[in-house]
T-cell receptor, first 120, second 113 residues
Framework: GAVVSQHPSRVICKSGTSVKIECRSLDFQATTMFWYRQFPKKSLMLMATSNEGSKATYEQGVEKDKFLINHASLTLSTLTVTSAHPEDSSFYIC????????????????FGPGTRLTVT | AQSVTQLGSHVSVSEGALVLLRCNYSSSVPPYLFWYVQYPNQGLQLLLKYTTGATLVKGINGFEAEFKKSETSFHLTKPSAHMSDAAEYFCAVSWIKDYKLSFGAGTTVTVRA
């Protein structure tokens, strides 16, 4: 159980175009989803917290107009990179919290397999 | 400020040897603690977690970790390394006030035959 998928796994796009990445919780409902960015050989950097039915909360320094997040249902969150540029190339990972979690398990996050974005 | 520190960005061990990865956090309030493993070009997989109860936690693939409040540590160990343990390991902490995870910088483990 607690499987999170991401689509696509890899995407190459031209500079100036927009790219949408989907994050789905397959066998549970996710009250909260998170979006991370990971540079090569680096740790995960939290970009934003996404709650179903409300606006995402962005971390300091993350451009909300560039990285649009929509959490339309308890099983789907999307990240759209608008007007992508080469510096947006990165590995994007989402995670989700299980609505049914109790106690400390409420704080556990289940991670998707990641999406490799390359902007040319 | 609250932080997570992983000592050693790279650990190299021989197959069959002990694996020890260190993680310390800075907080007066005990957090929830996690260890995740990441294989190349993949997401993160939970190895083990400490929330409450027994301070020695056993996880998957033979890993275990001990929460030591007095030392603000949560070190990860495995008695005998296997080639398949070569990966990136992240210590993560959640400080209860919100549901965010703060990650350490990560430790790359290589296993020598």
């Amino acid at each position: 159980g607690a499987v999170v998928s991401q689509h696509p796994s890899r995407v190459i796009c031209k500079s100036g175009t927009s790219v949408k990445i989907e994050c789905r919780s397959l066998d549970f409902q996710a009250t909260t989803m998170f979006w991370y960015r990971q540079f090569p050989k680096k740790s995960l950097m939290l970009m934003a917290t996404s709650n179903e039915g409300s606006k995402a909360t962005y971390e300091q320094g993350v451009e909300k107009d560039k990285f649009l997040i929509n959490h339309a249902s308890l099983t789907l969150s999307t990240l759209t990179v608008t007007s992508a540029h080469p510096e947006d190339s990165s590995f994007y990972i989402c995670s989700a919290r299980d609505l049914r979690g109790a106690g400390g398990s409420l704080y556990e996050q289940y991670f998707g397999p990641g999406t490799r974005l390359t902007v040319t | 400020a609250q932080s997570v520190t992983q000592l050693g960005s790279h650990v190299s061990v021989s197959e069959g040897a002990l694996v020890l990865l260190r993680c310390n956090y800075s907080s007066s309030v005990p957090p929830y603690l996690f260890w995740y493993v990441q294989y190349p070009n993949q997401g993160l997989q939970l190895l083990l977690k400490y929330t409450t109860g027994a301070t020695l936690v056993k996880g998957i693939n033979g890993f275990e970790a001990e929460f030591k409040k007095s030392e603000t540590s949560f070190h990860l160990t495995k008695p005998s390394a296997h080639m398949s343990d070569a990966a990136e390991y992240f210590c993560a902490v959640s400080w209860i006030k919100d549901y965010k995870l703060s990650f350490g910088a990560g430790t790359t483990v290589t296993v020598r035959a």
